[in-house]
C-alpha cells in the first residue's frame, strides 16, 4: 500500500532555534499534501495544504511566516518552524493524496513530536 | 464550512461486545466522503473504513460497519466482537473533493477502551 514517510519521529531543541520536517511520498505521486497539528488528547486540525509548486494554502489563525512550507517535488513536503517557542511545542503529521486518484483517501506520515525546551 | 461532531468523548466496551461510535456532519455539499480513524497509542493514523455520500450501501469491513443516514447526517460506526486492539481514539472525518481541495475535516475523536 501507499507509504509516507515523515522525519524526524521525535525533536528536542532549545526555544529560538527552526526545525524542519519533512514529509515523503515513496511509492506515489502527491501534488497535494496536508500538514496538520495534534494537541495531547486533542483531534488533529488541518494547518496548512501544500500544493507542489505553487504557495501553500494556510488555515484561518496559522502564522504562514511562523511554519513555512515548501512543496518542490511530487514527492517532497517541508514544514519549517521558524523561531521556535515552548508553545509550539506538540504533534505535527502530514498525509498525502495519490494524484492519480481523485477520491482515494489520504495516506497519513508516523507524525513528529516537536518538544521546545 | 462543514462541520464534524462526536458527542461521545469516552467509551468502554468489554471485550467480544459491540459498541457503536456515534458521528454527525453539518454541510450543504451533496457529494462527499466520510471516513473513520484509529488512532492507537503510537499515534499513528489507521483508516478503518469509508463511505462515499453518493453510494445507499453500508461499507462494511470485517468487524467494523457503518450506518450511513444521509438526510440525517449521521454516520456511525459498529465494532463488533471487540478486542483488546482495538483500544484507541476513533475519529470521524468528512472530505469534500474539487475546489475545497481534498482536506480532512476531524471530529473530536472518541477514546475507545476494550477491557478484558
Known amino acids: 500500500g501507499a507509504v509516507v514517510s515523515q522525519h524526524p519521529s521525535r525533536v528536542i531543541c532549545k526555544s529560538g532555534t527552526s526545525v524542519k520536517i519533512e514529509c515523503r511520498s515513496l511509492?506515489?505521486?502527491?501534488?497535494?499534501m496536508f500538514w496538520y497539528r495534534q494537541f495531547p488528547k486533542k483531534s488533529l486540525m488541518l494547518m496548512a495544504t501544500s500544493n507542489e509548486g505553487s504557495k501553500a494554502t494556510y488555515e484561518q489563525g496559522v502564522e504562514k511566516d511562523k511554519f513555512l512550507i515548501n512543496h518542490a517535488s511530487l514527492t517532497l513536503s517541508t514544514l519549517t518552524v521558524t523561531s521556535a517557542h515552548p508553545e509550539d511545542s506538540s504533534f505535527y503529521i502530514c498525509?498525502?493524496?495519490?494524484?492519480?486518484?481523485?477520491?482515494?483517501?489520504?495516506?497519513f506520515g508516523d507524525g513528529t513530536r516537536l518538544s521546545i525546551l | 464550512a462543514q462541520t464534524v461532531t462526536q458527542s461521545q468523548p469516552e467509551m468502554s466496551v468489554q471485550e467480544a461486545e459491540t459498541v457503536t461510535l456515534s458521528c454527525t456532519y453539518d454541510?450543504?455539499?451533496?457529494?462527499?466522503?466520510l471516513f473513520w480513524y484509529k488512532q492507537p497509542p503510537s499515534r499513528q493514523m489507521i483508516l478503518v473504513i469509508r463511505q462515499e455520500a453518493y453510494k445507499q450501501q453500508n461499507a462494511t469491513e470485517n468487524r467494523f460497519s457503518v450506518n450511513f443516514q444521509k438526510a440525517a447526517k449521521s454516520f456511525s460506526l459498529k465494532i463488533s466482537d471487540s478486542q483488546l486492539g482495538d483500544t484507541a481514539m476513533y475519529f470521524c472525518a468528512f472530505m469534500v473533493g474539487g475546489n475545497s481541495g481534498y482536506a480532512l475535516n476531524f471530529g473530536k475523536g472518541t477514546s475507545l477502551l476494550v477491557t478484558p
Open positions: 511509492d506515489f505521486q502527491a501534488t497535494t
Open positions: 498525509s498525502a493524496r495519490d494524484s492519480g486518484y481523485s477520491n482515494q483517501p489520504q495516506h
Open positions: 454541510t450543504s455539499e451533496s457529494n462527499y466522503y
